[in-house]
């Protein structure tokens, strides 16, 4: 838990707005380091090979943002003009910036996953045929966890199902694993496994594991050298980048361990919520550290109900025009969760609030 003059403020916008913990800093600052961009920053070198090593895979690279090395992926594995199958909420298809297609030269191929999570009885009717005259497929995009479904979660059953009819007819699989480790968490596996079919991973250390900054994107040798060209083009050089590395080292080591933390807040959150008149929401379905609910019954919008909230010190995101998303993390502590809860009942004006046991 990080504590400073802000910790009166109760910041559930995102797993993203964490501050780096002591031990991170202190590796910060005595990190070894040299220029990235020729290989010899020995930090960014031991994040990498760890990194790899985790994830079972011959190697890895330490790219800027989970955006970054989504797109990195999308270039890596299709041409300009191709396709990108994803579900229509993806993180990869709405919080991207259309980079895929600015960038990559690719197009979204959507569909509507229950829970966001994609079956291939879903993907197959999108794959094109091979001809001439349309976009041809270049990849499948998978999320886990999603975002815009709470938090919702593949399991390396519906994963590798998904990769093995898509091997049979020649297709990539990227995983957007920006928290990965949520998902590993939940449900009591490693990373490794939960990914070991999929072509390439994408994964955040600045998000539930609690580094300031970047990503890594994890696949074969072959794979990251591709990568590691086209994180040049889009400017991710980052020279001495050890300083970087050494806290998501610490990360990557330390963070996992804590997660189901996050999760048990996350669950006490949506029980709390459930007991406020005016708001929907189904505890059962937090599964990871993501709860979103409704606030139509309340009469306000998402935007007014954050407002309220930001009054009172507790900072929470809409995603809809009655929807609110709140992202439990390392720094935000049981209490702070019970004050979300009390101050939501107060700024929607007299709801109850439920024990939250």
């Not at 794959?127 to 593949?154: A, F």
């Not at 996050?262 to 959150?269: C, F, I, K, Q, S």
């Amino acid at each position: 838990m990080n504590t400073d003059s802000s910790s009166r403020i109760v910041d559930l916008r995102s797993d993203t707005v964490t501050r780096p913990t002591p031990a991170m800093r202190r590796a910060m600052a005595e990190a070894e380091v040299g220029d990235d961009v020729y290989g010899e920053d020995p930090t960014v070198n031991r994040l990498q090979q760890r990194a790899a090593e985790i994830f079972g895979r011959e190697a890895a690279l330490f790219v800027a943002s989970g955006c970054m090395g989504n797109l990195i992926a999308v270039k890596t594995w299709a041409r300009p003009g191709m396709e990108v199958i994803c579900d229509e909420r993806g993180h990869v298809n709405n919080f991207e910036l259309a980079s895929m297609s600015a960038i990559a030269g690719c197009m979204p191929r959507t569909v509507a996953a229950p829970d966001g999570i994609l079956s291939w009885d879903l993907i197959e009717p999108l794959i094109r045929p091979k001809n001439y005259y349309t976009s041809q497929t270049g990849l499948i995009s998978l999320e886990n966890t999603h975002n815009m479904h709470g938090g919702s979660v593949y399991t390396r059953e519906q994963t590798e199902a998904i990769c093995e009819h898509a091997q049979a007819v020649g297709l990539p699989v990227h995983m957007d694993g920006a928290r990965i480790f949520n998902a590993a968490v939940a449900l009591g596996c490693e990373v490794a496994a939960l990914t070991q079919m999929c072509d390439s991973v994408m994964f955040c250390l600045s998000k539930g594991l609690g580094a300031p900054v970047g990503s890594m994107l994890v696949g074969t040798r072959g794979f990251i050298e591709k990568a590691r060209v086209t994180r040049k083009m889009l400017g991710g050089g980052m020279r001495q980048a050890g300083v970087l590395a050494a806290a998501g080292l610490v990360a990557l080591e330390e963070s996992p361990k804590r997660l189901h933390c996050d999760h048990e807040n996350a669950r006490r959150l949506a029980e709390g919520l459930a007991g406020i008149k005016g708001v929907t929401v189904d505890p059962a379905e937090v599964v990871t550290n993501i709860v979103i609910f409704d606030v139509r019954a309340a009469g306000k919008t998402a935007a007014e109900a954050s407002a309220d909230l930001r009054s009172r010190d507790v900072l929470a995101n809409p995603t809809g025009k009655y929807t609110i998303r709140m992202v439990t993390h390392c720094d935000v502590d049981r209490a702070g969760i019970d004050r979300a809860i009390a101050e939501m009942a107060s700024a929607l004006r007299g709801g109850s609030v439920a024990s939250g046991g």
